[in-house]
């Protein structure tokens, strides 16, 4: 199969390894590498997920004309065009994209230096800086109201309507302990209505292993592209703040694990003004605590929805793995709300 698909990509003969790749949740990664330095990332897009692969290409190829025209020393990570012309081949049913491997590159899964933070918080605001002269608008939703949190609580309520008692008893803490944040759920609203939020190119998955780091720790790129589409800048900044602020990751089962640092808020705080801070209106920043709430908040729905809905969409390694998931997101929303008033008076003293 493998074979077939990297000959409908120009890259010919059977001499290929191919190796399974990294630790996302969603596509299907390989590393295909070749007898020399060649190497190249191979993924089977999720079209459970992405409904419509075509609009990922097409974005990523509006996007990569712009800034091939505008910033051309920019390394994005642009789909390789198939035989076919297009960045999307089509195999047994599945779609296919292939990019450049990125040479002397590496990922990691949780941060463990506030540098980090703050070199991925440059790598994700210049991105957006980039496209700012970009018209959003442009970009087709690859997922419809992919970051829409008033939608994410009405699936949340379908799902609790619709929901396998067992599951509903185990989790009844837990849904309560959601419940008592929908003030979340409302600013959101409100913010979504207010014509002082633009729509900017955003990213929409900026947890740590979305950048590549360099041998040195210097942030070189951020991949994993599908979810760039319109959205609020506190979508990308806000999902920085809910993967990078605590050691503890989403899969920790020991909650006490999770812990909100201040220093790592600074450094991606300083990372992404460095690079936004005179693109975004004074009423933007004024989000930018709120961003974190929003989007751990958010979170803890998708997963607690996802157990209420069998685990179809994250899967689950474990039984109740996803409420694990969800309960570990708001012990960690809890941690981030009792430093709200230190974090506003970091954004506050920022110069
Ligand atoms: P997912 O949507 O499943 O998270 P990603 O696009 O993030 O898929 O890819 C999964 C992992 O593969 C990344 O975290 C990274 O480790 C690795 N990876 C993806 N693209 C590249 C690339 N172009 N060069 C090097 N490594 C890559
Ligand atoms: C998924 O693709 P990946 O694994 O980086 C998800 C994100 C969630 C994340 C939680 C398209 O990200 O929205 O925040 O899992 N992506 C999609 O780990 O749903
Ligand atoms: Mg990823």
Not at 60 to 85: C, D, R, S, W
Not at 117 to 136: D, H, M, P, S, V
Not at 292 to 317: P, W
Request: proline letters at 4%; aromatic letters at 12%.
């Amino acid at each position: 199969m493998f074979q077939q698909i990297l000959h409908s990509f120009n890259l010919p003969g059977d001499g290929w390894h191919i190796q399974p790749f990294g630790s996302g949740l969603i596509n299907h990664t390989w590393k295909v590498s070749g007898a020399g330095a060649e190497a190249y990332i191979l993924q089977r897009i999720n079209t459970g997920v992405f409904k419509n692969p075509g609009h990922i290409a097409a974005n990523l190829l509006l996007v990569q004309n712009y800034l091939e025209q505008h910033t051309p020393g920019y390394l994005f990570v642009a789909p390789i065009p198939a035989k076919n012309g297009e960045g999307l081949v089509i195999h047994d049913g599945h779609y296919y994209r292939l990019t450049p491997f990125i040479q002397n590159s590496h990922t990691v899964n949780v941060l463990t230096d506030s540098h980090q933070a703050c070199e991925a918080a440059k790598q994700f605001g210049q991105f957006t800086r980039l496209l700012n002269g970009f018209n959003a608008a442009q970009l087709q939703y690859t997922i419809p109201d992919f970051h829409n949190l008033t939608l994410r609580v009405a699936q949340f309520e379908k799902a609790l309507a619709s929901a396998d008692p067992i599951r509903l008893r185990k989790a009844a803490e837990t849904i309560k302990e959601a419940q008592s944040h929908t003030a979340i759920a409302e600013t959101f609203s409100q913010l979504a209505q207010n014509k002082q939020m633009p729509l900017r190119v955003i990213h929409h998955d900026t947890k740590i292993n979305n950048v590549l780091f360099d041998a040195t720790g210097k942030g070189l790129c951020v991949i994993d592209l599908d979810t760039v589409m319109p959205g609020f800048y506190s979508s990308d900044v806000g999902d920085m703040m809910r993967t990078y602020l605590s050691p503890a990751s989403e899969e920790e089962q020991d909650f006490s694990k999770i812990t909100v640092r201040e220093e790592y808020f600074s450094a991606l705080h300083r990372g992404y003004m460095q690079q936004m801070g005179e693109v975004l209106s004074p009423f933007e920043k004024s989000l930018f605590v709120y961003s974190g709430k929003f989007i751990i908040y958010m979170q803890a729905l998708r997963f607690l929805s996802d157990y209420l809905n069998n685990d179809t969409y994250y899967g689950a390694k474990y039984e109740g793995h996803n409420l694990m998931r969800a309960q570990n997101q708001l012990m960690l929303l809890a941690k981030y709300i009792a430093c709200e008033d230190k974090f506003e008076q970091i954004v506050r003293d920022f110069k």
